[in-house]
Structure formats: C-alpha cells, structure tokens
C-alpha cells in the first residue's frame, strides 16, 4: 500500500536547546518519500517501538492503520503525529528530519519525548510520510490563498511546523508576524524566513501556557473554556472538530491565521478571533496539537 509505514533509521541526533532536540532520519525506505509541492505544515506518523518489542510489521498492500489498531498494545509501538522540519535528498540518501519537545516538566513526558532524549544514531522507528510515488496523503492545514498578510501563531509544539512554513515562504513577497511561545529564553531557534515576516519569540520563563501568545494577540478578558473535553480542536475552513456547518465563505480578506498548541489555549484564541471580532471562517485554522492532562492517542 503506497501509504504504509516505512522503516526510519536515526541518522544523527542533536540537542537545540533545553526543549528541543533534532532527530534527522535516513534510510533506503525514505527515498520514496517527498513532495512536488511546499511542505509546510504537513504532519506525518511516527510509530515507536515498544520496550524489548520490535517494530511492528506490515503485510503488503494492508490497510496499514487497520493493521495496527488490531496488533496488541503492548507490542504495537505507540503513534504520534509530528510535523517535517526539513526533508533533503543527497545523491544516495533522503534525510527527514524532526524537531522532538523534550517537555521535561513533570506529568508531561510521554513516550515520544523520552524516545527522542534517549534516541542514538542506528535506532529505528516507522514513518508514514508524504511519497513521491502517490497522490497527496492530506495534512497540510496552511493555505493562505489570497491573503496578503499572514499571522502564525502557537507554542514549542508549534515551533517545527511555524518554522518550515516560514522557510517555504523564504522568497514570498507575503507580510506577517509569526508568535512562537516557548518554555524558556534558550529555546530560541534559528528560522530562516523572509525578511517580510517578522518572528517573535515569548519566552514563558515560569509563566502560565498560553498567556504571553493571547497577549500578543490582543486577547483579553475571555470567559473560561467550555466543559472539558479529551478531543483536540480542529477547525479550518474545510473541516469542524466542534460539528459546525461548513458553508461556503465569502471572499478572503487581506489577513489569514494560522493558530496551534495547547488545544484549550487554541479554543479560548479561537472564540475571540471567530466570535467576538468575527474573522471569517476562512481566514483561519485552529490546530489543537495536544491537551493538558490527556495522553495522545496519534
């Protein structure tokens, strides 16, 4: 099956800062995959091994996903969905690389994290990345259509994704701001954007989540999330976690956000940006990446 994991081999492993570490992934099963198109924001599969399990394997031409549900938990391997930080083809070798938040507080670190911080070139998980063998396998949110000025915004889990964008639009003559929050002042990374959109970096450095991006964003005085929920909001002009009506929208105006993190921090964003100054539906995509004291599922 075209979309079926394949087999990723660490190639190098490099610590950015005290939150991020780069984990860049070779191997000939990773020559298939690429794109003819900008990556941006595209989100891809990781399957990590169980402990003193193997990776889970795949019968050709398998619903890959059916498949796995149906293996056993404990020698399944856990799933996570991450975004491309860089994919680069050599002559004999195609790199992919991810950027990995350690989220070293306590109660966050989960199996992917503690992978990536104990990850050495020659470990192995499985992709499911886009190929240049089949048609488009979806997630790429970003899509800025005719808008002239771009607004990004999201937090360390955020970054990977707000930074290939930028990268992508290196030689676009668009205008925008892109709001990074990260854990601490040493999380800073480098971006090579254009010079049209500007990056700002909100080190929390002890304070609340969220709070510096709805500062930044001109967001005040919200009313508190409504009842709690394990799923993640999702909501872009083609899809609504939430049930609402898709409808046709009217023509895009001059701005377009790009909203992602924390999903309750995504929501109270959302309700001001949508509801109270009335963005059109078009004009933005609201990601939630993860939630504060639910396990993600993949």
């Not at 989220?103 to 992709?127: F, I, K, Q, R, Y």
Request: proline residues 7%; charged residues 20%; negative net charge.
């Amino acid at each position: 099956m075209l979309t079926a994991p394949l087999k990723a081999i660490v190639h190098s492993v490099t610590r950015l800062s005290p939150n991020f570490i780069r984990v860049a992934f070779s191997g000939p099963e990773l020559s298939v995959v690429g794109s003819t198109s900008p990556l941006y924001d595209q989100r891809i599969k990781l399957i990590f091994p169980s402990t003193n399990h193997p990776l889970p394997e795949f019968p050709a031409d398998c619903n890959w996903y059916k498949h796995w549900v149906g293996l056993p938990q404990d020698t399944r391997g856990v799933m996570r969905t991450y975004s491309i930080r860089s994919l680069t083809k050599a002559a004999d070798a195609t790199f992919l690389t991810v950027d990995f938040v350690l989220h070293t507080s306590p109660g966050l670190t989960g199996p992917a994290s503690t992978w990536a911080s104990n990850a050495t070139p020659g470990d192995e998980l499985l992709v499911v990345a886009p190929r240049l063998d089949s048609e488009s396998m979806g997630g790429i949110e970003f899509n800025y259509g005719t808008a002239s000025n771009v607004i990004l915004a999201g937090d360390e889990t955020a970054a990977p994704a707000i930074a290939r964008i930028l990268e992508d639009l290196a030689h676009s003559e668009l205008q925008g701001t892109a709001l990074i929050e990260i854990p601490e002042s040493e999380d800073v990374l480098k971006i090579d954007g254009p010079a049209s959109i500007t990056v700002k970096w909100l080190p929390r450095n002890g304070r609340p989540h969220g709070e510096l991006l709805k500062e930044a964003l001109a967001i005040h005085h919200m009313e508190e999330d409504a009842a709690a929920t394990e799923e993640l909001l999702w909501e872009t002009p083609e899809y609504s976690s939430t049930g609402e009506k898709i409808t046709p929208s009217r023509a895009r105006g001059d701005d377009y956000y790009w909203i992602a993190g924390e999903s309750g921090v995504v929501t109270s964003i959302r309700r001001s940006l949508v509801k109270e100054k009335g963005l059109d539906r078009s004009q933005v995509a609201f990601m939630g990446y993860w939630k504060h004291g639910v396990s993600m599922k993949g």
